[in-house]
């Protein structure tokens, strides 16, 4: 028949389930069940260590081989029924839910394939990788595309860069600290670090970061090693800025050029008050001016902040500590101009408040235009 030996119902065990095989030398075919337990022991599982106990149960899935150069490569397919994703939105996913996955595998020659994966309505993408001489260890990608979206009208073909990463993002909401902790202190190989995107455009409904809420969001972002670079518009800012990821020896940093930044509502006291009681090295040093600094609608005028973190004599206890230092927060307006510069200490001791020592000087052109700017606020201060 040209297809050469075939053989039927082939018995297996592999990724932690039972496999049945097909075929024969032209095309093989099979049916089997993953779990969260074989996924977490596959060598080319990307990202193992971060999912561990994030992915739990088994699923079963479909999948056929075309060796042959021209082929349909190898297809993978499941509705994910029966794993359980515990994984930031869009990816999360109770047990019962069907979620469909498709990946393709297409051979271009015999140092190059293609990878396809779609996943539901909401993600799409698609890679073309440099193949490790070594099977057993995987692949690089050259370039490549992402789609990720909240509605599928925006999931639409993927045109593919002449190198690096594209990532297309058009979401309802997405919460960047969920992401942080699962991707932050990641030590990614090569191949893992490869298919993190160097160029996205975004649009969310709602981005929440570093606990806030921010609306009708856009952003242009490239990556060159660890530094980000964007532009961002949104309801509440816009300007140009970096973030610089944490590092093993570095902790985070934090560039603001901002024409505007409002911070909306009462809320803020709260989420500053919740930031206060994190540890000082948590939190990216920030280097920060906005032109049109506004907070519960009172116009406080341009804003410059610049702080690090460093280690240096505990002066609430003896020995090093880690420090949130204020080197210069400046709020100047026709009114009134504000210089103050201070540090933030943990305590050693958990009965003990960590505590802010702040230097200040308050410098007012005109105090009746001042209380004015503030409003009852600026009124009650000066009464108590």
């Known amino acids: 028949s040209g297809t050469g030996f075939q053989f039927n119902n082939v018995q297996a065990n592999l990724l932690g389930g039972a496999i049945a095989l097909s075929g024969n030398t032209q095309k093989i075919s099979g049916t089997g069940t993953v779990s ?52 930031p939105a869009p990816l999360d996913k109770p047990a019962a839910t069907t979620m469909p996955l498709r990946v393709q595998q297409v051979k ?65 909401f997405l919460d960047t600290s969920s992401w942080t902790t699962l991707l932050g202190n990641a030590n990614n190989s090569n191949a893992e670090a490869s298919y993190i995107p160097t160029q996205i455009a975004a649009q969310f409904e709602t981005l929440r970061f570093a606990n806030r809420s921010f609306t009708q969001v856009v952003v242009g972002a490239s990556r060159v090693g660890r530094t980000w670079r964007l532009n961002a518009n949104a309801s509440d800012f816009n300007g140009y800025g970096e973030y610089r990821q944490t590092a093993s020896d570095q902790t985070g940093q934090v560039y603001l050029r901002l024409a505007k930044l409002i911070l909306p509502d009462a809320s803020s006291q709260t989420q500053i008050e919740q930031l206060l009681q994190s540890a000082p090295e948590r939190i990216p040093a920030l280097d920060v001016v906005a032109d049109e600094f506004e907070v519960i609608g009172k116009k ?16 609430l206890s003896g020995g090093l500590a880690q420090e949130w230092r204020v080197q210069k927060l400046n709020i100047n307006n026709s009114d ?27 410098d007012i052109t005109d105090a009746g235009a001042l209380l004015d700017r503030f409003g009852e606020i600026g009124r009650a201060s000066c009464r108590e």
């Not at 406080?300 to 002066?315: C, D, H, I, K």
């Not at 201070?342 to 308050?362: E, I, K, Y």
């Open 36 to 87: 969260a337990e074989g996924l977490s022991t596959w060598p080319l599982m990307p990202l193992r260590a971060q999912l561990v106990g994030r992915i739990k149960g088994k699923a079963p899935y479909s999948f056929s081989v075309e060796p042959r150069l021209g082929g349909a490569g190898l297809v993978i397919e499941s509705t994910l029924v029966g794993m359980q994703l515990d994984l």
């Open 108 to 172: 271009i020659n015999a140092t190059q394939d293609r990878l396809l994966m779609s996943l539901a309505h909401f993600i799409k993408a698609e890679f073309v990788r440099n193949l490790n001489p070594d099977i057993t260890k995987p692949a690089v990608v050259q370039r490549g595309s992402i789609a990720v979206a909240s509605s599928p009208n925006y999931v639409q073909e993927l045109a593919l860069p002449e190198q690096g990463v594209n990532a297309m993002l058009h979401m309802d």
């Open 336 to 362: 009134a101009a504000l210089k103050a510069t201070g540090v933030w200490l943990p305590s050693s001791d958990s009965h003990t408040a960590r505590r802010v020592d702040m230097q200040f000087n308050l």
């Open 300 to 315: 406080v005028g341009r804003l410059e902040l610049l702080a690090v973190n460093q280690r240096s004599l505990g002066q």
